[in-house]
């Protein structure tokens, strides 16, 4: 089993809450992932960081923001949930590198109601 | 922009059989890797194979080879001796080579193993 971590596992909150996801390694990787992933869908890039005081956007566009001040934490925030934000949501890690491994944590599961 | 296309959501094998997962890409680039993941159910993702583009000799790990046909752009994966513990979806992703950002995802089979 990988070492990266996620929590909560499951989360269903209410329209207009703020939110928190958690994600942390402990391999000392630079570069770290945020992907959402839809239901039968494939996992679409929303956030990435290829260190400290690094954060760049992904391909999907996503009202979430992250953050890295530390280099084994990356948090995922929604300042205000809606429905529309329901999905799982999985974060990776991986070395430096275009042949390095990704390693994913075993995902939140949210649902806004 | 680069896409991955797995066409067949669904796979069913009996055990010990073959199987056969396809995925294309489409890319403008010439230097690039392409991935093969595994997510069992309620379980982390965990990589099963990977192939430089770079490299003609196709990348095998035990009972798990690839078919890289990079004319074709296309990445298959073959599972040999098919056993129950390989039941679960399987995309297909690649990366850009130069340092490029997260990965690009295929929408992933489902594969079945019947006992």
């Known amino acids: 089993e990988a070492d990266i971590y996620q929590t909560p596992r499951y989360l269903v909150i209410g329209t207009g809450k703020k939110i928190t996801l958690e994600c942390s390694q402990t391999?000392?990787?630079?570069?770290m992932y945020w992907y959402q992933q839809d239901p039968g869908m494939e996992l679409h890039l929303i956030h990435y960081s290829y260190g400290v005081n690094s954060t760049e956007k992904g391909d999907l566009s996503s009202e979430s923001t992250v953050s890295r001040i530390r280099t084994e934490h990356f948090p995922l925030t929604l300042e205000s949930a809606r429905p529309s934000h329901t999905s799982q949501y999985l974060c990776a890690s991986s070395e430096s590198g275009d042949r390095a491994e990704a390693f994913f944590g075993q995902g939140t599961r949210l649902t806004v109601v | 922009a680069q896409t991955v296309t797995q066409s067949q959501p669904e796979m069913s094998v009996q055990e010990a059989e073959t199987v056969t997962l396809s995925c294309t890409y489409d890319t403008s680039e010439s230097d690039y890797y392409l991935f093969w993941y595994k997510q069992p159910p309620s379980r982390q993702m965990i990589l099963v194979i990977r192939q430089e583009a770079y490299k003609q000799q196709n990348a095998t790990e035990n009972r798990f080879s690839v078919n890289f046909q990079k004319a074709a752009k296309s990445f298959s994966l073959k599972i040999s001796d098919s056993q129950l513990g390989d039941a679960a979806m399987y995309f297909c992703?690649?990366?850009?080579?130069?340092?490029?950002?997260?990965?690009?995802f295929g929408k992933g089979t489902h594969l079945i193993i019947q006992p």
């Open positions: 992703a690649y990366r850009g080579g130069g340092g490029a950002d997260g990965l690009t």
């Open positions: 391999m000392g990787h630079d570069k």
